[in-house]
C-alpha cells in the first residue's frame, strides 16, 4: 500500500523559532493536504496543495507540494505555544477520495 | 462554523459485544468517510460513502464492519463483533465532492472505542 514517511518523527523548539517538517510518499498523489491534531481532537485542515510545486500560505504557515508529486513540506514561522500538537501530511491519489495519512510530527514548543 | 458531530465521545464495550458509532456530517456535503487511529499511531483509512453505497473500503474493513445512513442527517459505524484490536479513536468525516477544492474533509471529533 501507499505509505507516507514524515520526518523529523518529533521537534522541540522554543518559542519563536521557526519549524520545518517534511513528507516523502512511495508513489505519486494529486493532492496533498496538512493537519494538525491537538490531544483527544480530530485532526484539523490547515492548508490544501492541488498542483505539483505549488507553494501556499495559511498566516504563519507555508507548506509546498513536489515537484516529482512525492512529497511536501511545511513551515511553521516565529512559533508560538499553541502550535504545540502532532502535524499530519495526508495525500490523495487520482481517483480516490480516501487520505493516506503521515506517520506525524509531534512538536513541542518551550517557552 | 459547520461541523461533522460524533456520539459518543468515548465507548466502553465488552470483547464480542456489537457497537455502533455515529456521526452527523456537514449538512451540504455529500460524501462520508469514516477513518480510525489507534493510540500513538497514524490515522488510518476505513471506509467512504457516497449515494447510500460504499465507494471504497480498506483492508481494516472486513465483514465485521458496516456502515449507514438511516436517515437524512445521521451517518453511523457498526462493529458487530468487537475485538480488542478494535480499541481506538474513530473519526468520521465529510466532504462536499470529489474534485480538488471541494473534496477536502471535515473530520469530527471522534469516538474513542475502548474494548475490555
Known amino acids: 500500500g501507499q505509505q507516507l514517511n514524515q520526518s523529523p518523527q518529533s521537534m522541540f523548539i522554543q518559542e519563536g523559532e521557526d519549524v520545518s517538517m517534511n513528507c516523502t510518499s512511495s508513489?505519486?498523489?494529486?493532492?496533498w493536504l496538512w493537519y494538525k491534531q491537538d490531544p483527544g481532537e480530530g485532526p484539523v485542515l490547515l492548508i490544501a496543495l492541488y498542483k505539483a510545486g505549488e507553494l501556499t500560505s495559511n498566516g504563519r504557515l507555508t507548506a509546498q507540494f513536489g515537484i516529482t508529486r512525492k512529497d511536501s513540506f511545511l513551515n511553521i514561522s516565529a512559533s508560538i505555544p499553541s502550535d504545540v500538537g502532532i502535524y499530519f501530511c495526508a495525500g490523495r491519489g487520482s481517483t480516490a477520495s480516501k487520505l493516506t495519512f503521515g506517520t506525524g510530527t509531534r512538536l513541542q514548543v518551550t517557552l | 462554523e459547520p461541523e461533522v458531530t460524533q456520539t459518543p465521545s468515548h465507548q466502553v464495550t465488552q470483547m464480542g459485544q456489537e457497537v455502533i458509532l455515529r456521526c452527523v456530517p456537514i449538512?451540504?456535503?455529500?460524501?462520508f468517510y469514516w477513518y480510525r487511529q489507534i493510540l500513538g499511531q497514524k490515522v488510518e483509512f476505513l471506509v467512504s460513502?457516497?449515494?447510500?453505497?460504499?465507494?471504497?473500503k480498506s483492508e481494516i474493513f472486513d465483514d465485521q464492519f458496516s456502515v449507514e445512513r438511516p436517515d437524512g442527517s445521521n451517518f453511523t459505524l457498526k462493529i458487530r463483533s468487537t475485538k480488542l484490536e478494535d480499541s481506538a479513536m474513530y473519526f468520521c468525516?465529510?466532504?462536499?465532492?470529489?474534485?480538488?477544492?471541494?473534496?477536502?474533509?471535515?473530520f469530527g471529533q471522534g469516538t474513542r472505542l475502548t474494548v475490555v
Open positions: 460513502f457516497y449515494n447510500n453505497e460504499i465507494s471504497e
Open positions: 449538512s451540504n456535503h455529500l460524501y
Open positions: 468525516a465529510s466532504s462536499a465532492g470529489r474534485a480538488s477544492r471541494v473534496a477536502e474533509a471535515f
Open positions: 508513489s505519486i498523489f494529486n493532492t
